[in-house]
């Protein structure tokens, strides 16, 4: 038994070594006491049974807390063989560092990855393999080669899934190092991630897996998508450099949500000065070109696993906040089949839920008018909210109707990016039962489209505005399928909404027929002009595009 310094305790022959390192802590708090603390972290078992055969072992040492027990897990780390079969090339089986990157061997806290000299960095990748590798090196004059090739297999055998969970991937990377001091080396890297937790019995939403895409967005692009992404990123980013001329409707809408808009961050952006911005006043919001940055260098990742979601974990933990990291790293889209129903003739495919468009859609005749829309709308209370909508259709024929919503607004503000945490959990109307983990929330978002008997796209659209945006839809959908009028002058048709017993109605609806619904003892409410609050509709159709003058759209051709 003998112990070479800074080798581990040799024991035997043909040899095993055993060896251990610890961590030490010094914190001291602004209030409260100063501590320190020794503690060992991880234990290393290693062994050479034969002459081409090296078997290596991590076993780190981890406290786990609860509320009711302190207990330490043992975590592997690593867990691997190495088998050498010729000079220049080995075998590696089992749990190891991905070559990619240098790794701190010893790492400690916190696990560094560099491409060059040690530099903390955010992991962008999950460090560890379960799988196979190739490796070797050759000499060449003046220098060496190093080369690696590896697969996982298998997911990880931790008690805790890494921070970026993954069931399989390919990487490799090659290095010339010159004897004269200078490198250069190449890495690659693909992988898959896990799908989202299962329901009981049943399969994730979403289980469909392919190489690693963490959003919406980046699922369709990669479906989809022609153009780069640094590529799709770079109008977003000229419009955050430049700033950009407030709409009239969006600057009464800042008008009424100014006491939102304007906390924290929020005064500087829509309040510069003191006074709320107005028409034709430039927004600025300067953050929003660091954010858009990142998420163009990043990847759509930035937010789920890199530099905005640090940002937004930070915020969160600082607030009192419910998101953690496993929140994040579980995120995943979700594909869902559409509701299709028949209309005029046509096939209408919608997404389902809380805006009953395919429902209000089956129950509606459009003969009938304002009436017949009227009662197609008043089957049943529907829910609120704050949504963006756009729709777009390519030369080729392809279209795409892209929904989104904030809510409200939370006035919460990521420090250094301008993006602003949305309000979902808080809008009360989307709640219909009680909610749970995993889930996705209710909501009203309806991007649709219309297919005509011989199944070819005819119409695209969606809309924004909440309950309204139902309401808008359908008359739309009316207009252009059953009368035969252009997008444009369906969108611009004044409409009414229902809310209760109250019937809200801009100018331009059929007085006649208003002052029945008084007569019969309604409540009619008519709006001086024509206004936000009815919604915003986009669409793109066979007789043209239309975008909704309520919203300050507008229509582009490129």
């Excluded at 062994?47 to 090296?54: E, F, I, N, Q």
């Amino acid at each position: 038994m003998r112990y070479p310094s800074v080798h581990g305790l040799r024991v035997g022959e043909p040899g095993l070594t055993l060896a251990e390192y610890g961590a030490v802590d010094l914190l001291h708090e602004e209030v409260g006491a100063t501590t320190f603390r020794v503690e060992i972290t991880d234990l290393f078992v290693i062994c050479d049974p034969l002459a081409r055969v090296h078997l290596f072992s991590e076993i780190d040492m981890v406290d786990q807390e609860n509320p009711h027990e302190q207990r330490r897990t043992f975590l592997t780390d690593r867990l691997f063989g190495d088998f050498a079969g010729f000079d220049w090339l080995n075998l590696r089986v089992g749990k190891f560092l991905t070559p990619i990157g240098r790794w701190n061997q010893i790492h400690a806290r916190p696990l560094v990855w560099t491409t060059s000299r040690p530099l903390a960095t955010t992991l962008p990748f999950d460090p560890y393999v379960t799988g196979a590798m190739l490796f070797g090196s050759r000499f060449p004059r003046a220098g060496t080669l190093t080369y690696s090739l590896y697969g996982q297999f298998t997911n990880s055998f931790d008690v805790e899934p890494p921070a970026q969970p993954m069931d399989r991937g390919v990487g490799g990377r090659v290095e010339y190092a010159s004897f004269g001091g200078w490198s250069v080396a190449g890495s690659y890297l693909a992988f898959t991630a896990l799908p989202g937790e299962r329901e009981p019995g049943g399969t994730a939403a979403g289980d469909e897996r392919g190489w690693r895409h963490l959003a919406g967005l980046d699922t369709l692009w990669r479906a989809h998508g022609r153009l780069p992404w640094a590529r799709l990123v770079e109008p977003a980013l000229r419009v955050a450099r430049d700033g950009v001329a407030m709409p009239a409707a969006h600057a009464a809408c800042l008008a009424m949500l100014a006491p939102v808009m304007t906390m924290r961050e929020g005064a500087s952006m829509y309040a510069p000065g003191g006074a709320l911005l107005a028409d034709g006043d430039v927004l600025r919001q300067p953050g929003l070109v660091r954010a858009l940055e990142l998420v163009r260098d990043e990847g759509a990742a930035t937010v789920y696993s890199g530099s905005i979601a640090a940002a937004l974990l930070a915020l969160v933990e600082e607030r009192g906040g419910a998101i953690t990291r496993s929140d994040l790293d579980g995120y995943t889209p979700v594909w869902s089949e559409p509701v299709d129903v028949a209309f005029a003739g046509r096939r209408v495919t919608t997404r389902g839920g809380l805006s009953g468009i395919a429902e209000t859609l089956a129950r509606f005749e459009p003969a009938g008018g304002e009436q017949a829309l009227l009662d197609a709308l008043e089957s049943g209370p529907v829910p609120d909210g704050h949504t963006t909508n756009f729709a777009v259709v390519d030369a080729d024929g392809n279209a795409c109707v892209l929904t989104t919503s904030l809510g409200l607004g939370s006035g919460d503000w990521l420090p250094g990016l301008d993006l602003h945490l949305n309000s979902m959990l808080g809008e009360t109307d989307l709640i219909r039962a009680p909610l749970r983990p995993g889930e996705r929330m209710a909501s009203m978002m309806a991007p649709t489209l219309v297919f005509d008997s011989s199944g070819a796209p005819e119409l695209a659209l969606g809309a924004a505005g909440g309950t309204r945006l139902r309401t808008a839809l359908v008359g739309v959908l009316g207009a252009v399928l059953h009368e035969g009028i252009a997008p444009q002058a369906a969108i611009d048709r004044p409409r009414f909404h229902p809310a209760g017993a109250v019937l809200n109605a801009e100018p331009g609806v059929d007085e006649r027929w208003l002052q029945a619904l008084e007569r019969a003892g309604r409540t009619v409410r008519r709006w001086p002009a024509r206004h936000h609050y009815f919604g915003g509709v986009s669409a793109v159709g066979r007789s043209g595009a239309g975008a909704d003058p309520r919203r300050s759209g507008a229509v582009r051709s490129v």
